[in-house]
């Protein structure tokens, strides 16, 4: 008797440790699914879009904007309005390195030189738009936010970010809705003083090849009740994008 | 001759704009339409009435090169004059790691916001100072950009001398403008020992952007002004006769940001061929004189954007020369005893959806005397905007800035 009790014992522990061992390998950490979220945002090695922005303000009037976007790796973007014409031309470059201050220019045609934006401008809205510059680079999440929170849902983790201590962020904190199949941020609602203030969200996502596209970004004021919407029009992964794309030299050309 | 070569380089770009199979392949078409309406500040009287046109065409070459073609136009509804212009005709062709861009065309430098003493090619456009904003004039030139590993230098060969127009400069020469009324004066001959070239380098150390610059030329206003004296011993003005001369300028230009703010800086010298001042021709006596001596011009400023959207800037512009626009003074006093023009600009502006609201303030130091230009915005749709603007200068009595009138400016500006 007594030994079938220290057997039993012994198997119940055993099965217990193996529970435990098969729980931790399927478990994530908030981190861990930031890092995807990051790995996905950031899909392939440089990207070529098209793009349509739409604005509209809080009684419905609408403006569209058409622009073409240059991303490499997660330190360069170029980005240059097409239409309409009283901003064609107007571009922006992100150069952005580890460890340093973002560097950023905006290029205005009708003064034929490009103007260094200072990282105080960084937060503001870019063009009139709900986004700003920083909203235009690609995030380095894990380089900015930690995470404080975790829920593990059905279909989704809900994640809540704040920044790391010395970056420059406007945002106090993020609540971030990440789907378990694409790791993209569906959901992102950013605070300030506990106040939420802008949403972005991605109503619309497509698999090209590998890589998930954002074939639709729906940036709210919450504030102000304007929203911005981007839709992918054409886009290219892994085209070995050259490094003169990002530069101040093809930011001033005519086309 | 420089009009021979101005035009052999119109008619080659016009050529090349129109030689592809299909007219529209690959060829965009804008254009700009302004009409203004200028009123004294009281808001009763209608000074001006302008309807300005810019239409642009530019054609690209492959990767390879663009062809860019504008023409500008002012129409005065209440003279009922006007006139249409070729503005820019440039072919820019880019190679693995150059570019060159010929033709008529505005070379833009420097790193400060509006006033710019290392910006030399282009002579400045005044009417633009009150809309905020300086810009130039084209020129006849070719340009030349290296790009290296963080490292890009420009050469600039300006054909085509083209000084600054002195009629459109009255408002801002004060008391000297009526001097110049009958000012004859002749351009330097078309010799090769008289282009003006420029070089620039630019790098890019410790996220700072710095360029040096030099520029060999003329200065766009006439340096010496004489006259001939009556019998009475007094200048004779129907005999005023001016001069250009030449100078060499050394710039310095640096950008970059620090905690959050935007810095930059410009500064010049100066060096004036003094053999120009130094000559006098019989019977003439100097009426108005500039600078004989190297003197310097600097710009320092800083911006900076709040959270709530809010953005100011502020400039300090220091100009040895005694001022920005005017910088002449009576032939009898020496340079030593020239005061040097010393501002404060300031620039504010907040925005949101579709509005934005701006305000320039540039202050003299010394004399007490500034011009205010606020200016509100409006897009009534994604092509047109409303602008009310206007132009208010202080210290009328004896400030740089008395000459300029007071007004209220409405437009609507339109683009396709």
Redesign the interface.
């Known amino acids: 008797m007594k030994k079938s009790i220290i057997i039993g014992s012994f198997l119940l522990v055993l099965v217990m440790v193996s529970f435990i061992k098969v729980a931790s390998v399927g478990a994530i950490s908030g981190n861990e699914v930031l890092t995807r979220v990051e790995d996905a945002m950031k899909a392939g090695e440089d990207m070529q879009a098209t793009e349509e922005m739409t604005l509209i303000d809080s009684e419905g009037n609408r403006e569209v904007r058409k622009l073409e976007l240059y991303q490499k790796g997660s330190g360069k973007m170029m980005m240059r309005f097409l239409e309409p014409a009283d901003i064609r031309g107007v571009g922006v470059l992100l150069l952005s390195e580890e460890e340093q201050e973002d560097i950023i220019y905006l290029y205005m045609p009708a003064f034929r030189r490009e103007r260094r934006i200072a990282s105080s401008a960084k937060n503001q809205s870019f063009m009139g738009t709900d986004l700003s510059y920083e909203d235009m680079a690609q995030m380095n999440y894990t380089d900015k936010y930690t995470v404080i929170n975790m829920e593990d849902n059905k279909d989704t983790y809900q994640l809540l970010i704040k920044p790391k201590p010395d970056t420059d962020i406007s945002y106090n904190k993020a609540e971030m809705k990440v789907d378990k199949n694409s790791y993209l941020p569906i959901e992102t609602k950013f605070y300030k003083s506990e106040k939420a203030v802008k949403k972005i969200s991605i109503p619309v996502r497509e698999k090209l090849g590998e890589y998930w596209v954002l074939k639709k970004m729906v940036v709210k004021d919450l504030e102000s009740k304007h929203q911005t919407i981007l839709e992918i029009l054409e886009v290219k992964y892994d085209q070995g994008l050259d490094d003169n794309i990002f530069t101040i030299r093809n930011l001033k050309r005519f086309r | 001759m420089k009009t021979k070569i101005c035009f052999i380089i119109i008619v080659v770009i016009i050529s090349l704009l129109l030689s592809s199979t299909a007219l529209a392949d690959n060829l965009?078409i804008?254009?700009?339409l302004k009409q203004g309406l200028n009123f004294n500040f009281d808001g009763k009287e209608l000074v001006q009435a302008n309807s300005e046109y810019k239409l642009e065409f530019?054609k690209?070459l492959g990767y390879d090169g663009?062809l860019?073609l504008s023409f500008k136009g002012i129409y005065d509804n209440l003279e009922n004059e006007g006139e249409f212009n070729l503005d820019e005709a440039l072919l820019?062709l880019?190679f693995s790691t150059t570019?060159l861009t010929i033709g008529k065309q505005?070379?833009?430098?420097?790193?400060a916001?509006g006033i710019n003493p290392t910006n030399n090619i282009n002579p400045i456009d005044i009417s633009s100072f009150t809309e905020g904003?300086l810009?130039g004039e084209p020129v006849l030139a070719a340009r030349a950009?290296y790009?290296g590993e963080n490292l890009?230098i420009t050469g600039v060969l300006i054909f085509d001398f083209l000084p600054q127009n002195l009629s459109e400069m009255s408002s801002y020469l004060g008391e000297e403008a009526n001097l110049m009324s009958n000012l004859d004066i002749k351009s330097p001959e078309n010799k090769l020992k008289n282009m003006e070239y420029a070089l620039k380098v630019g790098s890019?150390i410790a996220?700072y952007?710095l360029k040096l610059s030099y520029f060999h030329g003329w200065e766009d206003l006439p340096a010496k002004i004489s006259v001939n004296l009556d019998n009475n011993n007094q200048p004779d003005l129907t005999t005023i006769k001016g001069s250009y001369r030449q100078v060499d300028k050394f710039g310095v230009a640096i950008?970059?940001?620090i905690n959050?703010?935007?810095i930059?800086s410009e500064l010049a010298y100066v060096n004036p061929d003094r053999s120009n001042l130094n000559k006098a021709g019989p019977a003439q006596t100097p009426l108005l004189t500039t600078m004989n001596k190297s003197y310097l011009q600097a710009v320092l400023g800083s911006?900076?954007?709040?959270?709530n959207?809010v953005?100011i800037e502020g400039q300090y512009i220091y100009y040895e020369n005694r001022s920005i626009f005017n910088p002449y003074y009576r032939g009898n006093i020496k340079d030593k005893d020239v005061k040097a023009g010393q501002y404060v600009m300031g620039r504010a502006s907040y925005?949101?959806?579709?509005s934005k609201i701006e305000m320039t303030t540039l202050f003299k130091l010394k004399d007490n005397s500034a011009v205010m230009i606020p200016v509100y915005s409006r897009?009534l749709?994604?092509?047109t905007?409303l602008k009310i603007s206007s132009i208010i200068s202080l210290g009328k009595e004896k400030g740089e800035f008395k000459m300029l009138n007071d007004q209220l400016i409405i437009s609507m500006?339109t683009?396709?």
């Not at chain 2, 505005?106 to 790193?111: A, E, F, K, L, S």
């Not at chain 2, 911006?303 to 959270?307: G, I, K, N, Q």
């Not at chain 2, 925005?351 to 579709?354: A, L, P, R, S």
């Open positions: 965009n804008t254009g700009e530019i690209g663009d860019y820019a880019y570019d505005i070379v833009n430098w420097g790193t916001d904003n810009t950009n790009f890009d890019r996220s952007d950008a970059g940001t959050s703010m935007g930059w911006d900076y954007t709040f959270d959207g953005y925005g949101v959806i579709n897009s749709n994604s092509v905007d500006e683009s396709f």
